[in-house]
């Protein structure tokens, strides 16, 4: 494996390895930048050919802590037991999960269909319309505001730099009513990434790959208003434009 690619739902439901050799998903549902962190740390150095990690951000992501949702944090332990994280929690309801799961990952026997860690048929959710994008984007932009999630950015980009891997900053396609409702840019809505991307002499510590309002993605490749559908056209497309940029990464690095 050469290339590992991390983050939440839109890059759970919008990579496959396919069309990147060498490459594996180890996105999941609501992975924020804090768990995306302690894959990278717990997997890297078992893969002595990785060279290149692809980080999937969102609009929610410089302010969402997983472990502080309301509705998502429950899958912070699950996470922690079946990738072997060795994330400790403080007694409380977090703790209690972890204590009522562990040790049960390594009883699962069961055969998923997919490539390199791309499920596409396995609980891939999907918003129904009349969910409307206005509520997506107020859901979404309440988390852009808050900068809970940088500090686990910007220890990544440390941490790649230590390691000598190239990062990618992929951010995740949006939909034009999705886009429409959240009514600010990509260069508005991803500045704290941007800002958190900065290394010390001023140059990017990664670089950028904008599929938020890339003319690569008709309507048709949405399942709902921020994913791709897992099974759809789209995928194939954002698939292969990371493939071509780690290898261009890796060319321009040879030359």
Not at 88 to 109: K, S, T
Not at 115 to 141: M, T
Not at 223 to 239: M, N, Q, R
């Amino acid at each position: 494996m050469k290339t590992l690619v991390l983050g939440s739902s839109h890059g759970d439901y919008a990579f496959n390895p396919a069309f990147c050799p060498g490459s594996f998903n180890l996105c999941s549902r609501s992975q924020d930048f804090q768990y995306s962190l302690l894959m990278y740390a717990q997997w890297a150095p078992r893969c002595p050919q990785l060279q290149d990690v692809v980080v999937f951000c969102s609009v929610f992501s410089p302010g969402f802590v997983l472990e502080k949702s309301p509705s998502q944090a429950p899958l912070a332990p699950l996470l922690n037991e079946v990738f072997q994280l060795g994330r400790h929690y403080e007694p409380g309801p977090l703790a209690a999960i972890a204590d009522a799961v562990h040790g049960q990952a390594g009883d699962a026997n069961f055969l998923l269909k997919g490539e390199s860690g791309f499920l596409p048929a396995f609980e891939k959710d999907l918003l129904p319309a009349e969910y409307g994008a206005g509520k997506r984007a107020h859901e979404h932009l309440k988390y852009n505001r808050r900068q809970g999630g940088l500090p686990y950015l910007a220890e990544i980009l440390k941490t790649s730099q230590e390691r000598g891997h190239r990062i990618h900053m992929a951010l995740s396609p949006a939909r034009p009513d999705y886009r429409m409702a959240l009514g600010r840019d990509a260069g508005d809505l991803f500045e704290s990434i941007f800002k958190t991307m900065q290394d010390l002499n001023g140059e990017p510590a990664a670089q950028v790959l904008n599929f938020f309002d890339s003319p690569l993605f008709g309507e048709a490749d949405f399942g709902d208003f921020d994913h791709l559908h897992p099974l759809g056209a789209g995928v194939e497309k954002l698939s292969r434009e990371i493939g071509r940029a780690v290898a261009g990464a890796a060319a321009r690095q040879a030359a």
